[in-house]
């Protein structure tokens, strides 16, 4: 195995050709030498800063899918409106497996690959266990650091009542620290093109944080993740992680890192334009690599351990209403836009076979 100077988020570093579109999976070979992917920690100076360059190379380059999408911009504005448009496909239906692949993960690596020049080639997971044990530890986090990271908070802002209910979430989240622009780090002053919502028109803003420490402490830490992990299935694996009820009480390992660092007015946590913020690829990271430590743990039975509903808040997220709904199997195709095609659940269920190619350090 080959450990490169950094890495990256969820199931994804596939070979794409330039255009983003992925090679066929007949042409692939077999996997002999997969990527390691580090924890942030785990990479230089110059590894951090190689990955931050190229996420900035990705904002000024030129996007593909604008004729389907009129805010897009930039190539990192394909992956923003790539979730905008599939949220609804993907969220609460098989979250982990969709989320993983549909939220960029491999897609987003195989775009930093090669055109910028750095040694960026696969994702970077972020291991919140390691920071929330107390909320100063939280705020004090390597991942905020305003040079060697994504920055930290927006500044605080008391009265939510000031923003239109689009930009606010739906989630009265507690102990929320800011709220306003980015005030600094390497995407200070950068403007989102589209959202906040549901749509994909232009609207160019500033990227907010509103971090909310006692939040993620609750919801990222060390036993809420052995919880998680002690699940029997993969449905069940799915359920811990989403959280078993609506609201700041069910809050687990998925939505303690949007709503975490989202709170109220943060980017990260609106359901559709979460990916604005960069540092939504890390978190998705750490849930891949999650998914991961889970199935290696009894692979012989993990390795095709699948299932969940087909449609969103359809059982066991029936919370408005039982809604019918098929059983998800590995012949689930995922749709992967103009990016990147159709991508069968088979083919990702094992980040070291050849689809995919990575393990974790």
Known sequence: MRILTWPLPILFVIAFPASGRRQSRQSEPPCENPLVRQEWRELSLEGRLDFIAAVKCLQVRPGETSV???????????????HISQADYVHWVVSIALISILD???LFCG???????????????YHWTQDAFDE??????????????LGGNGDFIADINLFPEERKTEVD????????????????????SMGPGNHTEYTPRCIRRDISPSLMVRALGAEQLASVLNASSYFELEHRTEGLALGVEGISVHGGGHFGIGG???DMSNTWSSTVDPIFWLHHGSIDRMWDIWQRADWANRKTDIGGPDTQWAYPYNYFGDKAYKNITLDFEM???????SVKIRDIMDAQGKYLCYTYS
């Open 104 to 106: 960029g993960t491999g």
């Open 136 to 149: 100063i530890s939280i705020l004090e986090s390597p991942v905020f650091d305003p040079v060697y990271g």
């Open 173 to 192: 989240v507690p102990g929320r620290t800011g709220g306003g622009c980015l005030a600094d780090g390497p995407f200070a002053g950068v403007n989102a």
């Open 68 to 82: 389907a999408f009129s805010g897009v911009r930039s190539r990192y504005d394909d992956f923003v409106a790539l």
């Open 111 to 125: 775009c930093l690959n090669k055109p910028f020049g750095t040694n960026v080639h696969t994702e970077v997971p």
């Open 264 to 266: 109220i007015l943060g």
């Open 335 to 341: 749709d992967l836009g103009e990016i990147g095609g």
